[in-house]
């Protein structure tokens, strides 16, 4: 199927404080969903292993009009916008199920990367992936190159623990994104909610590594942040956030 | 229904590093099937909260044969014991879906709050309560009273954070479990599982405060540790951990 649709239900065990998703469960949602499809088109991460290849996400652009609430059904919709022998360009679109109405967009850039020699894999020699594509274009800005942060005006010490580390040996995107959102203090989230967000992911972190969890405005914007979780002075994920007022 | 069950995949994004289900997992997990046959009752949170009364956690105590894996189905099933005027005894037994035989089991005893006193509310003028009540026994040891930790020989302290926040201001429990399990290093849990958990939830901690994790190990046994979580010397959780040589 061109299109993959997750459908679900928001509990409150799940939500925020303001009674919303998480922006971590939000990128792990989506990254869940296009597991879901890759599985589905044959090119799941089993198939992959299988050929010594793993996808890796490099990049993530969300656009959000609305936060999903509590109590409420959504379903997420993803297709594949095109390939190249590098990159997959998927992206996805949230449907309030009970208006009908879209209420936030996604972006992402897919690698698959040979395991042993760590250099990424031909993506036109994987069956399947050309019927597969939807063509759908993203309805925003990608996003363009995001670059290390200069001058941190918040910053916060973390040791990476075990609950932090996944089946690979490896931190979590829900960890390297509760720590960019732990930036703020909570008056900022009843203030403000997060209008759009977008990441990279550059290198892996690890097992008691000693992370630093760094913010500064993007180029003197007040509602825009440019943030990044680095292990020795090598950023792991940088990101860029944008708020805007409730 | 007397017994209602969650049937689940265990995916490779939800797992550990030794591909298992993590402990804060196991018992989110818990706690929502218990929502799920609560709701299905007509005496679920909603139902509750109309009524300025709130169903709380008090103490649950997980017997663990075998500790679900990575790419397996399983089912939990859950049933009242028994209730009284102020406890309600619920329990749980997880199913290996593939071999049909019981992989762990769990007891849990839950109260009802009046939001407003903070006082036990009475179960037995729950509707619907008495006909739910199976009486299936849980097959092990309930645990007795927790008491704090004395001499404590590990310790960690953390600042609760925007991302450890619930829908109540209160800190989750994944983020209480998980601060007692990170007390241990990774090599603890790849020589050794989990074979029984005990938990007592004392009081809430809430945003920004500073919590102190600690463990001791329990009357001088090697593999049976006492561990809390305090705020300003006063416990939030208690728990007893048992570990197993793999």
């Known amino acids: 199927m061109k299109t993959f649709s997750h459908q679900f239900y928001l509990t409150a065990a799940e939500v925020t404080a303001q009674r919303e998703m998480p922006l971590s469960r939000l990128v792990t949602l989506i990254i869940e969903t296009a597991t879901g499809h890759a599985n589905q088109l044959g090119i799941g991460f089993d198939f992959m292993i299988s050929h010594g290849i793993s996808w890796v996400l490099s990049r993530l652009t969300i656009e959000i009009k609305e936060t999903p609430k509590v109590n409420h059904a959504y379903r997420l919709d993803t297709w594949i916008e095109n390939f190249n022998r590098m990159f997959s360009d998927r992206n996805f679109e949230m449907i309030d199920e009970e208006t009908g109405e879209p209420i ?112 500064a405005p993007h180029e003197g914007s007040p509602e825009v942040f440019d943030t990044q979780v680095e292990v020795n002075s090598s950023p792991c994920a940088l990101a860029r956030i944008y708020f805007k007022k409730r």
Chains 1, 2 share one sequence.
Request: proline share 4%; glycine share 4%; charged share 30%.
């Open 104 to 215: 936030l967009w996604a972006h992402s850039t897919w690698m698959a990367i040979n395991m042993e020699s760590r250099r990424p894999s031909d993506l036109t020699a994987l069956k399947g992936m050309s019927e597969a594509v939807n063509g759908q274009l993203f309805p925003y800005d990608k996003g363009g190159k995001l670059l290390p942060v200069q001058d941190a005006v918040i910053e916060h010490e973390y040791r990476f623990a075990v609950s932090d580390i996944d089946v690979n040996r490896h931190v979590t995107t829900r960890r390297y994104i509760d720590l960019m959102v732990d930036l703020w203090p909570l008056e900022q989230y009843e203030q403000n909610t997060v209008s759009r967000f977008e990441i990279a992911f550059k290198r892996e972190a690890r097992y008691d590594d000693v992370a630093r969890a760094v913010a």
